[in-house]
């Protein structure tokens, strides 16, 4: 059953965007006392300071946020990446030494500094550090106006109180307008997953990408479902290992139109 009611786009902005704004308060810098990586930071930054303090200054001298879920990729640069790794690896290499771990005679544990700190910002957060992933956009010929839904889209991400692994699904639904620009379906993916490799809370992610998908669809209403497991709740804290945390955000005739709200559900119920 096709939903083709229009609805005014007056839609439901939502406040806690989480685009970069300002800090609310300014951070500050710390240096641990270890010894740093300094090499390959580019010729106009000051030198001796780890890469990770020049690339936080660029941010703020921009007066751009960086929080866990934020992504700070127009202030790094490609090449940059292998050297954080190393920094992070360093660091890492010191929170080994404070749980009293010995990496020399241990043989499990001798890279997993280097292992931990690749994982980090290669693949688990990888979202902060690279560029959003190009869309080719369609015009909408056929001026299709009813309901897609996008899903179940696998997802791994973190929380960002205790770093724990957050997995589970999303779905997606769309009403585009005849004017609407449509992305290729494995674009929602990729877009999900790149919101999703960062630290964050759940409720934010889903807001963030809902976002991202109105801004650049421009759809008549975007929902998403997003239903995930919290290691934090499973791993550690009342190791419930049945906890989930189920969340959604309704955007546009999504929100004002309750008959395709229920529509949307239900379809995921089949699922
Ligand atoms: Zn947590």
Redesign the pocket.
Known sequence: MAIKKMVTKSLSKSASKSANKPASKTSSIQIAPRKMVTKKVSKDEPAGLPLSVVIRRRIEAQKARFHANDNISAFIQADELESLIDEVAEKMQAVLESLVIDTRSDHNTQNTSQRVAKMFIKEVFNGRYVVQPTLTKFPNISRLNELMIIGPITVRSA?S??L?PIMGRVWIGVLPSKDSALIGLSKYSRLTEWVMCRPQIQEEAVVELADMLEKKIKPIGVAIVMDAD?F?MQWRGVKDRDSKMVNSVMRGAFLKDSNLRREFLSLLEKR
Do not use: A, S
Request: aromatic content about 0%; charged content about 0%.
């Open positions: 929380c109180h205790h724990c919290h934090c």
